[in-house]
């Protein structure tokens, strides 16, 4: 057996990022700029409250004004539509985020777009996914923003390197993707059409699982010495929450792996203040 992989500590990187945040926020305020984000619920759902009260907490430690709008589950697109517009055009307000999922009778997609995209700090709309498939200076949403993080603190390059992605939605595998591509990876991505997914996994040097299936990546499908990043959340019966890769066994072949809880996380919350300091300094500055 070799080594025991390095575990990569999101709650700890969060932290050192969210105490540089802090100062840059101070420095904002500093010039007369108080960055604010607005979130939008629709509808009642538990785990999107818990992710609000996280984010929360997350802007009040930096110093970002954080303003929710919890709106009624009957909510029609035009009553969405138009909080978002009124939310566009107030100058305080640098940061729009909308909540998913959102209730059925409405269409994310149309949301997503009627924000204006200079304050999309969760990087959805499209002027802000084709700037990225182009390269050019976006915002980045924020749970792939986090794993890249992770890969330049951690001193691991991934130009030349086999990337494999295991689930291609658009908040999480597709991004993700686009942005190991423009740090010079091959990059596959899996999803669940894909056939012999092991003979691919073990091809990997950075294997990163969103899926969303606890024990998907068992010791079996990865290669000795690879890295691997696991972005699935799934609670078990008895409500603790695990990743999509089997942990303890694949530890033991990875040279790099993050926990859950505690890894990509905590790591998403924090790149997404990243995003509305940026968005507060670009509009600012008047850039586009
Ligand atoms: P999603 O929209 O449900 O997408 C899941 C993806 O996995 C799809 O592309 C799907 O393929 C693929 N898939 C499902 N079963 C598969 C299988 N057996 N083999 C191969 N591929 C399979 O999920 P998501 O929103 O991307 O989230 C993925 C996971 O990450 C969830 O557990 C979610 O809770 C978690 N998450 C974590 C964070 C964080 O901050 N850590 C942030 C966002 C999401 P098809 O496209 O073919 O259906």
């Known amino acids: 057996m070799g080594k025991m992989a390095v575990v990569i500590n999101g709650k700890e990187l969060a932290k050192k990022t969210r105490e540089k945040l ?32 996280n984010k929360n907490k997350a802007c009040q430690e930096v110093g970002v004004q954080y ?8 909510t029609t697109q035009q009553e969405l539509t138009t909080l978002i517009q ?72 991934l130009c030349g390197k086999n ?7 658009n908040i999480v595998g597709k991004p993700l993707s686009q942005c190991c591509l423009n740090k010079n990876a091959t990059v596959t991505i899996c999803h669940s059409k894909t056939r012999n997914i092991e003979e691919i996994t073990k091809t990997a040097d950075v294997l990163i699982s969103a899926i969303g299936k606890a024990h998907f990546v068992t010791k079996n499908m990865v290669k000795e010495g690879a890295v691997v990043i696991d972005v699935g959340i799934n609670r078990n019966e008895e409500g603790k929450i695990t990743g999509d890769v089997d ?3 694949v530890k033991e072949v990875a040279s790099y792996i993050t926990p859950v809880p505690g890894g990509v996380g905590p790591m998403t919350i924090a790149m997404l203040l990243r995003n509305v300091l940026k968005a507060a300094t670009y509009l600012a500055k008047g850039e586009e």
């Not at 420095?27 to 785990?47: C, F, H, S, T, W």
């Not at 969760?122 to 792939?144: A, E, K, W, Y």
């Open 22 to 53: 802090k100062i840059e926020c101070e420095e904002l305020k500093n010039r007369g700029i108080y960055p604010q984000l607005a979130v939008i619920m629709v509808g009642d759902n538990p785990a999107s409250k818990v992710y609000l009260k």
């Open 67 to 74: 303003i929710e709008y919890l709106l009624s589950k009957e």
């Open 86 to 157: 009124k939310l566009n055009q107030d100058p305080l307000i640098h940061g729009i985020l909308l909540q998913s999922p959102i209730p059925d009778q409405l269409d994310i997609n149309q949301a997503f777009r009627a924000i204006d995209y200079r304050k999309d700090v969760d990087g959805f709309h499209p002027m802000n996914v084709g700037r990225l498939v182009l390269g050019q200076n976006t915002f980045i949403s924020c749970t792939p923003y986090g794993v890249m993080r992770m890969f330049e603190e951690y001193g691991i390059d």
């Open 163 to 169: 990337v494999v992605i295991l689930g291609r939605s």
């Open 247 to 249: 942990y303890e066994e």
